[in-house]
Structure formats: structure tokens, C-alpha cells
């Protein structure tokens, strides 16, 4: 059973642009969702996380907006860069044990 | 901040060999350590859950007998995979936590089996 789903797989993004990433999720129990940055060939590095009691979370460029109602949360990358090219994980986790369960993925493509 | 270590970075081997993974916490005690496995243009697959001291709770499908993990003290975790076969070339990925929320991953070993 997915429990976190992802949207979209893929996505290309014009330098300077906005990238929008979108999580939901089906356990109510989670409550807390982080997003994971991916290179190839390397492990994920955390890049901004969120715990329900707020509805959204800036840090730099990264941005996560939270929906409880809806189990739904999105990253927000302003002013993409190419460097930014890499696969981006939604995550979850909650007091029913302390594993991530992991979003299927996106991988970002900013073209210059 | 917390850093872990993974090695090696990438292995070959011969079918039928055993590889051994290790993934060190450097800077803190973790209290759980998570092994993960992933296949090309896929996500983290969890394979186990260590916690030092204690045997590793596997995910379903993970054959405890073929990935042996050994969580012997609060900074080291391997990872043994056993009798290595093609099938079992991945990338593994570590995992250290010391709190719920306070996860960090190590940078994953390629493992080849040839």
C-alpha cells in the first residue's frame, strides 16, 4: 500500500521559474513530512520539513505549503536553477513507529 | 551537524561472494539505523530497521537470512549481503536517526554482482 503518493514523475523547469511539487498522504497519523534532494549516484540530503501545526514553511528558495484537511503537502523551489536538476522525495512519518515512508519521487530538470 | 558515513561507495563482486556495507554515525549517537535499497529511477524501498543492541525488525519480502544486519553499537550498522547474486545489485542507502524527526543519510554503496 502506497501511503505517500507524488506528482508529478517528471518535470521541466525553465531557469528563474517556479518548480511545484505535490505529496499526499493516507495515514492520518503522520505528522511529519520532510522533502529529501537526490543526486545521482549519491544518498538524499534534507532539505526543508513541516510538522502539521503550520501551514506552510520557508527556508531560502524552498517552501512547503500544508493541507491537513486534505493530507496534502507541496515544495515550492523559486527561482529555479539548473543546479537544482536533481530527484526530489516527499516523506512521512508518525508515532506509530519512527521509519520514513517515501513519496515515489520527481525528477526536476531546469533548463538554462 | 550530523553526518554519516557509508562504505564503501561502490563494490564488485563475484556471484556467490558476501559483501559487507557499514554505515557510521559520526557526530551523534543513533539510536536507529535503517537500511534502504533502491533500483534506478525508483524510490527508497525500506529493507530494515536496526536498533543497537537488538536484533533488525525486516520489511516484509526481505530475506533476513540473505541481508544480515548487525547494529552493534550506537555509531556502526552492517549490512552483510550474503551469497550475492545478480539480482541483488543495487544501490543501498543508510539511514541514522538520534530523534523521530531527525533523520540523516549516508551517501549509498553501488553494489555490483558479476
Known amino acids: 500500500q502506497q501511503q505517500v503518493k507524488q506528482s508529478p514523475q517528471s518535470l521541466i523547469v525553465q531557469k528563474g521559474g517556479i518548480s511545484i511539487i505535490n505529496c499526499a498522504y493516507e495515514n492520518t497519523a503522520f505528522d511529519y513530512f520532510p522533502w529529501y534532494q537526490q543526486f545521482p549516484g549519491k544518498g538524499p540530503a534534507l532539505l526543508i520539513a513541516i510538522r502539521p501545526d503550520v501551514s506552510e514553511k520557508k527556508e531560502g528558495r524552498f517552501t512547503i505549503s500544508f493541507n491537513k484537511s486534505a493530507k496534502q503537502f507541496s515544495l515550492h523551489i523559486m527561482d529555479s536553477q539548473p543546479g537544482d536538476s536533481a530527484t526530489y522525495f516527499c516523506?512521512?512519518?508518525?508515532?506509530?513507529?519512527?521509519?520514513?515512508?517515501f513519496g515515489g519521487g520527481t525528477r526536476l530538470m531546469v533548463k538554462p | 551537524g550530523a553526518v554519516v558515513s557509508q562504505h564503501p561507495s561502490w563494490v564488485i563482486c563475484k556471484s556467490g561472494t558476501s559483501v559487507k556495507i557499514e554505515c557510521r554515525s559520526l557526530d551523534f549517537q543513533a539510536t536507529t539505523m535503517f537500511w534502504y535499497r533502491q533500483f534506478p529511477k525508483q524510490s527508497l524501498m525500506l529493507m530494515a530497521t536496526s536498533n543497537e543492541g537488538s536484533k533488525a525488525t525486516y520489511e516484509q519480502g526481505v530475506e533476513k537470512d540473505k541481508f544480515l544486519i548487525n547494529h552493534a553499537s550506537l555509531t556502526l550498522s552492517t549490512l552483510t549481503v550474503t551469497s550475492a547474486h545478480p539480482e541483488d545489485s543495487s544501490f543501498y542507502i543508510c539511514s541514522a536517526t538520534r530523534t523521530r524527526d531527525g533523520y540523516t543519510f549516508g551517501s549509498g554503496t553501488r553494489l555490483t554482482v558479476v
Open positions: 516523506a512521512a512519518s508518525g508515532n506509530a513507529g519512527n521509519m520514513l515512508t
